[in-house]
């Protein structure tokens, strides 16, 4: 069964960085696809990026492309997303979800991904 447990979520000022971590346990990240949600209070959960099964395969939403990074390390059964340029907009929970996948042309929604975190708080305020 898979597991994945996010990490690095905080408070940081607008125009600052964090960098979003997702350990999986259960399963070899390899033969899975990656993704970043997020859900602002009040608001419907958003998908942000994907990963397939390389970094060379990945997709991003316009409110973050250029700003956000998604990543992985395979060896360590980590994915990341690198988050620049925070704005106070960013301000949500980030979740990882997982799905047995190789190579993706764009992200599925939500319900297709069958594994989740628990998520990580993130808060951009000054």
């Known amino acids: 069964q898979v597991q994945l447990v996010e990490s690095g979520g905080g408070l940081v000022p607008p125009g600052g960085s964090l960098r979003l971590s997702c350990v999986a346990s259960?399963?070899?990240?390899?033969?899975?696809?990656v993704a970043w949600f997020r859900q602002a209070p009040g608001k419907e959960r958003e998908g942000l990026a994907c990963i397939g099964n390389d970094n060379t395969n990945t997709h991003y939403v316009d409110s973050v492309r250029g700003r956000f990074t998604i990543s992985r390390d395979n060896a360590k059964n980590t994915a990341y997303l690198q988050m620049n340029s925070l704005k106070p907009e960013d301000t949500a929970v980030y979740y990882c979800?997982?799905?047995?996948?190789?190579?993706?042309?764009?992200?599925?929604?939500?319900?297709?991904?069958?594994?989740w975190g628990k998520g990580t708080p993130v808060t951009v305020s000054s």
């Open positions: 979800a997982a799905e047995a996948a190789g190579r993706l042309r764009g992200c599925p929604p939500g319900p297709s991904w069958g594994n």
């Open positions: 259960g399963v070899t990240l390899d033969y899975y696809a």
